[in-house]
Structure formats: C-alpha cells, structure tokens
C-alpha cells in the first residue's frame, strides 16, 4: 500500500521559513522522480520544485531562490524547505511521485496546509 504523508505546513509571518516533509512508504523513493505541488483556493494546482532520481532539481521561477528541494533516501522522505515566504504563497502543499519518463503523477499525498499572513 503505497502513501505519501506531508508535515510540517502550519502558519507563518510573510517574510518566515517552513521546511515540509513527505514520508513515502509502500515503495522506494528513490526510483521515482519527486515533485512538490502547489494549489490556492480558486487557482490551478502549480508544481513548485522537482528532483529527479539522479538528483538533479528544477524549480518554478515564483519560489527559485527561495525553496529549496532535497531528500533523504535512507529515510525514504522528502523535505521542501521554504525561505522568504510570501502571502501568495498560502496554498495546500502537495508531495507526489511519478516516473522520470513521464510527467503524470503516479502518487499523490493529502497535503499540508501552508499559511502566510
């Protein structure tokens, strides 16, 4: 059975840090590629930071600079550190899984709610 459970959103000042995490279980994560998602009331859902297997990582312009993706294999978890937040930046946060090779999500966790006032 495979889950994907995030942690660590919560409410923040504009300007504060968060730093989520994604435990993965029922599967190795390290054989998928890694995204963390975003989506705000009203708005579509938007990908804010990727690692590939090999560790390479990607970032939308709107948080580059700012967020910082990483992973930890032996704990088969997924952190997305988050610096500078913004207001616009309130939104549910989202860890998912796919294979490398294709951009559809395979896994998708609950979400963590990210909140900044």
């Known amino acids: 059975h495979v889950q994907l459970v995030e942690s660590g959103g919560g409410s923040v000042q504009a300007g504060g840090s968060l730093r989520l995490s994604c435990v993965a279980s029922g599967y190795t994560s390290s054989s998928y590629c890694m995204d963390w998602f975003r989506q705000a009331p009203g708005k579509d859902r938007e990908r804010v930071a990727s690692?590939?297997?090999?560790?390479?990582?990607t970032y939308a312009d709107s948080v580059k600079g700012r967020f910082t993706i990483s992973k930890d294999n032996a704990k088969n978890t997924l952190y997305l550190q988050m610096s500078s937040l913004k207001p616009e930046g309130t939104a549910m946060y989202y860890c998912?899984?796919?294979?490398?090779?294709?951009?559809?999500?395979?896994?998708w966790g609950q979400g963590t709610q990210v909140t900044v006032s």
């Open positions: 998912a899984a796919r294979l490398c090779w294709s951009s559809e999500t395979k896994y």
């Open positions: 690692m590939h297997t090999a560790g390479r990582t």
